[in-house]
């Protein structure tokens, strides 16, 4: 089996990341954009590629614009192919200089997705705040035992 490719990879990402986020089954997503949820799959993989029409379906179904798939793409992304070089400093794919290292990204995990969707449930806003403020000062909290650890 070939390797994805990386924008193919980051591409699948985002869009299992939203689908996770508004707690959308795969074989629910399947079902808008006409495709089984183990071709779903497939795109969230990255193991399929995703045309431009695909795409549009996708961001449709998922309410988000098709640029949403591109944002946060890491810089160096394309490091190593040959379109690469071409590829002005600056042209808005990415922050330069970030690995792309997916599995280490808290942002991706399913466990900061979840906590996302239910701090969203909280119908009131100030104790929605204070569970934000809680969330906060506990990882400042821990984040301060650790360098005293060190």
Avoid: C, W
């Avoid at 699948?12 to 986020?21: K, N, S, V, Y």
């Avoid at 695909?54 to 040959?82: I, Q």
């Avoid at 239910?118 to 806003?125: F, G, H, L, S, V």
Wanted: aromatic share 8%; no cysteine; proline share 5%.
């Amino acid at each position: 089996m070939a390797k994805s490719h990386p924008v193919d990879a980051h591409v699948g990402t985002r869009m299992r990341q939203r689908r996770t986020l508004l707690g959308m089954s795969q074989t629910k997503l399947g079902d808008a954009v006409g495709l089984t949820f183990q071709q779903v799959q497939k795109y969230e993989r990255g193991s399929n590629r995703v045309g431009s029409s695909r795409l549009y379906e996708f961001a449709k179904a998922l309410d988000v614009p098709v640029s949403y798939f591109f944002d946060e793409m890491p810089g160096n992304v394309l490091a190593g192919r040959p379109m690469a070089a071409r590829v002005k400093k600056g042209s808005g794919f990415g922050e330069a200089g970030t690995p792309f290292a997916v599995e280490k990204d808290p942002l991706v995990k399913r466990e900061t997705l979840q906590l996302v969707r239910a701090y969203y449930k909280i119908r009131e806003p100030s104790v929605r705040k204070r569970i934000y403020e809680l969330v906060k000062t506990m990882g400042s909290s821990g984040s301060n035992t650790e360098r005293a650890r060190k």
